[in-house]
Every structure is written in structure tokens, then in C-alpha cells.
DNA sequence: AAATCATGTAAGAAAATCTAACATGAGATC
DNA sequence: GATCTCATGTTAGATTTTCTTACATGATTT
């Protein structure tokens, strides 16, 4: 996973944030989730918190419902979504050789270690969403 | 102002989130608050809600303070970098022709007003951030 | 020794969020 | 046209988060 994927990724937006930024109600965003559209994570306190990933997900969703489709319709449209991704990932993986495994699987290591982690002035400022 | 400067200038992150994010406390964050480093905006109810920007500088003086630096020397540094900022832009007003200036406030205004969105799978997603 | 600095801690109030339940208008179905 | 279902609104009471203010404290500075 990439930088920027890791950061969109990281669940830090609070339900009231998440509703001015898709302008969408406390009631329609818990609903969307009884629908199994967009599960946020919880904190300890058992609270919502929602990633940049959501905030596209949900702004999505409002837009396949402009457009007249259901939740239903809408569910049906993101496990297709699911089956491709997932169709692709063999496909990927049919291709790889060893050799470029390896070289990914030390990548992502790096990365999720934070080992190559590199100063930008003199010694300050390690990013949180790396 | 590009779309990740927006992005990354947009307060919607809790203290909470951001004591996770930063490994700070709540009293530190409001004491550099206090010491003019970090001004977070507030929400209608009167929550500080921190920016990705904010996040930096509070990892940046967690540095400083780490490398032994005390908060007169960080606000010091920190009025250097804004009068280096000032400088720089009066620099670049002298050197940018009319014609320039038309281009600059023509893409501001194509951005700010969100006219040069670009639909990504059929007409889904506009971006809050954007 | 006294003052200052950076942070901890506690108390009480206010705001945000949670779950659960009932309400409702618009369409679909019988 | 009565009934159902869907997507959302609303309310209530509990819990969590955040706020401000104040006092406490160990480490430096004066």
C-alpha cells in the first residue's frame, strides 16, 4: 500500500465531520451502514470514525441515489466492484514471478515499518499517516 | 491554492484524533495552543477541529522540543519561516507579468468553484476536499 | 531560594455521539 | 384503495468527548 493509500485509508473523521463533508444526515450515514454500504471502524469509545475512503464511498452512494437506484441496486453495484477487484488480484497474481513478489513484499515492509522513513528539514517532521 | 493544499488545509480532525496521530496529550496540545503555535479552528459547539497542516507542525515542534529547542525558540523559528514566506511573496508579485496574474486568478477561480470537476465513472464522486 | 517552564490532573459543564424506538411520506404491491 | 416497504426524520436517555479553569509538580533558570 502506498503512502497515499495508508492516509486515505485511516479511519480519523468523526460522524460530524463526515456529515459536512457529504452533506448527508447522522441518520442516512448509520443507515447506509445497516446496509453494509460503508463500515466505518470504531474508536475505544465505541464511536464512529470514518476514513477519506468512506467519504468517497458515501459521497458515491448519494449520487447512485440521485440518479433513482436503490439500495439494493446499489448494494448489487459494489459486490460487482468486489468480484472485479477480486478477479484481478488472481489475475495479478498469475503473472508475478517470484522475483517481483519479493521486491513488492520488501516495499511494503519499508513502508509499514516506517524504516524508510527520510528527514526533511534537519530531523523534523515523521508524517502519522505513513 | 491547489486541490491537496485544500485538502491538507481542511480542519476536520477531533483533539482526539489528533493526540492518536501525534502521540501528544491533550494538555500539550492546548499549551502550544496557548503559545500561539498552533491555532486550530473551532466548530459551531466550540471544538478545536485540527487540519493535516496542523498535524505537521505539531509533529515538527514535538521535534524541536525533542532536539531541546524550548517554545521561545520555536515561535522564533516559526515567525523566521513567516517572514521568509512574506518575502518570497513579494518577490514573486514583482516578478509576475499582468498576464501571469490573469492565469494564476483563472485557475484559482476554475478550482474554487469546483467548475473544472471531472466526472471519474459516469457522473459519481465530487470530492468534499476539492 | 524563588520564579518560570512544560506538563499532569481534577472537576463540572457543554457538546457530540450512541442505540433503540416510533413516525412518516412516497412508491410498490396486492 | 388498503397495505407494505423503503429511506429518512425525530425523540429520549445513556455514554463519551471536549471544554475551561484551577491547582500541582518536577526540571530548569535566575
Redesign the interface.
Known sequence: MTEKELQRSKS???I??VMK??DLTARQIRYYEEQGLVIPKR?EGNRR?YS?ND??RL??IK??LT?GINMAGIKAIYEQHEREAEARKREMNARLTDSDVRRILHDEFMNVSGLNRKPEQ????????V
Open positions: 480519523v473523521l468523526p460530524g465531520t463533508l457529504t474508536n470514525m477519506l467519504i468517497d459521497l458515491e449520487d447512485y440518479d534537519g530531523l523534523h517532521s515523521q508524517h502519522p499517516f
